[in-house]
């Protein structure tokens, strides 16, 4: 016999360990959380609910696949490579695809349908939460993370990092010209797998595990779960044709 369990949120064993930390990955169980799908009532509606359940603000910035990355400090958040800024909520315009901060009672989030979403936290307090797809990958977001850590003395070669449920290599397939792409960027070390047909694998999870490593991220959990082959526990932009509302990632200290 089958147990049917619904998720309303999926976590990682390596962040759940770390006291007075936050964290999590929703699932459709608990609605879309941004995007153009649904209404932004019924978004608003179902952030307004999770900030309640799991106790954070939350704070997203608007994603452009880009690897800026936006820091969160008393109610600003200021992008790093230009200084722009807004007060923070919910739903910013400020574009950016990653977050940190040291602050307490802050949820970093991060909006996902087959992207990737990763958490990070370092033994001094800080905590990050970055979207990447195939661009922000090729982009190397993770390096930009960590040079924005590290650049104000955060200790990022003892940090934990997740990588959430994303589309696996499994269902990612890409054409000939988007591969050369990726390889240009990456170098012939990226997670690619092909030519069949004409057409390549790319194993998005894999390649930010690597970036992960490299940038010296010793304890990495990836999630492993495929959001195109578990459509329905996660929306997925292409096991949705394009349609699907949005999941977020989070991560926050606890107010106490
Ligand atoms: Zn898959």
């Not at 999926?10 to 930390?21: E, K, Q, T």
């Not at 452009?64 to 490579?81: C, F, K, P, Y």
């Not at 390549?200 to 304890?219: C, K």
């Not at 459509?231 to 394009?242: C, K």
Request: hydrophobic share 45%.
């Amino acid at each position: 016999m089958k147990t049917i369990f619904a998720e309303t949120i999926v976590r990682s064993p390596l962040l759940s360990g770390v006291p007075g930390l936050r964290h999590g990955f929703t699932t459709r169980k608990l609605g879309s959380m941004a995007g153009q799908i649904h209404s932004r009532d019924e978004q608003a509606t179902n952030r307004a609910a999770l900030e309640a359940a799991i106790e954070l603000r939350l704070i997203k910035a608007s994603q452009v696949h880009s690897a800026d990355v936006v820091l969160v400090e008393r109610g600003i958040a200021t992008r790093l490579r230009d200084g722009a800024s807004e007060p923070v909520s919910s739903a910013m315009r400020l574009e950016g695809d990653a977050l940190i901060t040291r602050e307490r009672g802050i949820g970093l989030a991060v909006a996902v349908a087959d992207c990737a979403p990763i958490l990070l936290v370092t033994p001094d307090g800080w905590i990050a939460a970055a979207h990447a797809g195939w661009e922000g990958t090729t982009k190397r977001i993770v390096g930009a993370v960590r040079d924005a850590i590290a650049a104000r003395g955060g200790r990022i070669v003892d940090a934990r990092a997740v990588i959430g449920p994303a589309i696996g290599g499994c269902c990612y397939r890409i054409d000939a010209a988007r591969a050369a792409l990726i390889r240009e960027r990456l170098g012939d070390t990226a997670s690619l797998v092909g030519p069949v047909d004409g057409r390549f694998d790319f194993a998005i999870a894999d390649e930010l595990a690597a970036q992960l490593r490299a940038a010296g991220v010793p304890r990495i959990d990836v999630l492993d779960r495929c959001t195109r082959d578990e459509v329905g526990t996660f929306f997925s932009h292409r096991g949705e044709d394009g349609k699907a509302g949005r999941g977020l990632a989070f991560i926050g200290w606890s107010q106490a």
